[in-house]
């Protein structure tokens, strides 16, 4: 209990009453010097100090006449009152010294967080510049392998990685603008292609009828993924062909690579093949991007926020590829 008062610890009670006191009593000065100094001045012009003194008898009547008589009244009043006014001035000049310090303190502390707000708004931007370049990077490993694998505009290859159980759109490639668009960032981790593959590594659809017989088509999907009608009549790219493949760092499973087209012809050439020895020999690549992706996940995350979601989903979400 006794940390309150200062006998141990940090506090400054005592100083703060001393202060108190202190600014107290020369107000009280004051007062008393103005007081003492209106009662003598009124009685002063009449007053006879030797008339008193002669009739007064004793040591203690004389010393109380001494000491209690107008003239001695004004020149305590004065005394009083110039040391009230000296201390009340000298208490004022240190809070005004105090408050400019402040005022001092307080300017420099708004110049660090200008500072410290610049520097933050430096940084965001460097890191929506590298995750910019992280995304051009991607997208130029993907053109090279549409490239490789001869993919035409029927075609795209899009990378997803694994977040906080869900899956994000990494980058997407095709050579059709409109399939090249990205309309949703985010996906269920147990539905569609993707989560097959996740589970099994790899995952291929090669049985589904083509969109020109789209009550087949729709059938199929229905059957086999729970896809309704009203779903696949908002989809921009209506693929029937799959090749999803995990990827995989260190044994873990972080990602997922998958190839889509809309025509039956899409595994001709060994396509499966190609596909398969193309991300074995790039699997360094690939986990590499999906690492950084998750390093950027939060600043991603942040980008995407102004981002509008399209009602339309692809077969890919349905299958949890398309979107």
């Known amino acids: 209990m006794f940390k309150k008062f200062g006998f141990s610890g940090n506090s400054?009670?005592?100083?703060?009453?001393?202060?108190?006191?202190?600014?107290?009593?020369?107000?009280?000065?004051?007062?008393?010097?103005?007081?003492?100094?209106?009662?003598?001045?009124?009685?002063?012009?009449?007053?006879?100090?030797?008339?008193?003194?002669q009739s007064t008898m004793g040591i203690w009547s004389s010393l109380w006449l001494i000491i209690w008589n107008p003239n001695s009244a004004l020149l305590s009043g004065v005394v009083l009152f110039l040391l009230?006014?000296?201390?009340?001035?000298?208490?004022?000049?240190?809070?005004?010294?105090?408050?400019?310090?402040?005022?001092?303190?307080?300017?420099?502390?708004?110049?660090?967080?200008?500072?410290?707000?610049s520097a933050q708004e430096e940084l965001?931007?460097?890191?929506s510049k590298i995750?910019?370049?992280?995304?051009?990077?991607?997208?130029?490993?993907?053109?090279?392998?549409?490239?490789?694998?001869?993919?035409?505009?029927?075609?795209?290859?899009?990378?997803?990685?694994?977040?906080?159980?869900?899956?994000?759109l990494l980058e997407r490639y095709s050579k059709n603008p409109t399939y090249a668009k990205v309309h949703r960032q985010?996906?269920?981790?147990?539905?569609?292609?993707?989560?097959?593959?996740?589970?099994?590594?790899?995952h291929i659809e090669s049985g589904c009828p083509h969109s020109n017989s789209y009550e087949e088509y729709v059938k199929y999907l229905d059957e086999h993924y729970e896809y309704?009608?009203?779903?696949?009549?908002?989809l921009t790219m209506k693929s029937c062909r799959y090749y999803a493949k995990a990827i995989i760092d260190a044994d873990i499973h972080i990602g997922v690579i998958v190839l889509e087209g809309t025509e039956i012809n899409f595994f001709e050439n060994n396509f499966e093949r190609k596909v398969t020895e193309y991300c074995?020999?790039?699997?360094?690549?690939?986990?590499?991007?999906?690492?950084?992706?998750?390093?950027?996940?939060?600043?991603?995350?942040?980008?995407?926020e102004g981002k509008s979601i399209s009602?339309?989903?692809?077969?890919?979400?349905?299958?949890?590829t398309e979107r």
Request: glycine share 10%; proline share 1%.
């Open 280 to 304: 074995r020999d790039h699997q360094g690549q690939l986990s590499k991007f999906v690492r950084d992706s998750l390093l950027f996940d939060k600043e991603v995350n942040i980008k995407r």
């Open 131 to 168: 995750i910019g370049l992280h995304g051009e990077l991607v997208q130029t490993w993907l053109k090279g392998m549409a490239k490789f694998l001869e993919l035409d505009s029927n075609s795209r290859v899009t990378i997803y990685y694994e977040h906080d159980e869900e899956f994000y």
């Open 12 to 53: 400054d009670f005592f100083k703060d009453l001393g202060d108190g006191i202190g600014k107290g009593l020369f107000i009280l000065c004051a007062a008393i010097g103005t007081v003492l100094l209106t009662v003598g001045g009124a009685y002063a012009g009449s007053y006879t100090f030797s008339t008193n003194w």
């Open 228 to 234: 309704k009608k009203e779903k696949i009549d908002t």
């Open 186 to 202: 985010k996906f269920p981790l147990n539905q569609g292609v993707i989560s097959k593959a996740w589970e099994h590594e790899s």
């Open 124 to 127: 965001q931007e460097s890191m």
């Open 311 to 320: 009602v339309e989903d692809d077969i890919l979400q349905m299958m949890e």
């Open 84 to 117: 009230g006014a000296t201390g009340t001035y000298k208490d004022q000049d240190r809070q005004n010294k105090k408050m400019l310090e402040l005022s001092k303190e307080n300017e420099e502390l708004g110049g660090t967080k200008s500072a410290l707000n």
